[in-house]
Nanobody
Framework: QVRLVESGGGLVQAGGSLRLSCVAS????????MGWFRQAPGKEREFVAR????????YYADSVKGRFTISRDNAKNMVFLQMNNLKPEDTAVYYC?????????????????WGQGTQVTVSS
């Protein structure tokens, strides 16, 4: 069992930055691909970014490429999402998720554990 807890959300003006953090319980964090997803009101949940368990390879949704950066610290069981140049359309609840030994880790169905989410609101 893995418990994920996100933090770092908030209200920011367009063009601003936020850094989301997610801390995971458990002893095998390095065996999990870690991802960030988001869900805006009235919309389906969508993939944002992931860090692969093996080698830490990253992958981003086109909508955030060049603005967001995912990173992880396996020693601290943490994954981060640095969000720069935020836009109003980035407003959503952001979720951290963990996928055991997943090499793709892009589809939500590949993930085994989810956090409770943190709200990000970008004002225009």
């Amino acid at each position: 069992q893995v418990r994920l807890v996100e933090s770092g959300g908030g209200l920011v003006q367009a063009g601003g930055s936020l850094r989301l953090s997610c801390v995971a319980s458990g002893r095998t964090f390095s065996s999990y691909s870690m991802g960030w997803f988001r869900q805006a009101p009235g919309k389906e949940r969508e993939f944002v970014a992931r860090s692969r368990w093996s080698g830490g390879g990253t992958y981003y949704a086109d909508s955030v490429k060049g603005r967001f950066t995912i990173s992880r610290d396996n020693a601290k069981n943490m994954v981060f999402l640095q969000m720069n140049n935020l836009k109003p359309e980035d407003t959503a609840v952001y979720y951290c998720a963990a996928a055991y030994l997943s090499r793709s880790a892009i589809a939500g169905t590949e993930y085994d554990y989810w956090g409770q989410g943190t709200q990000v609101t970008v004002s225009s």
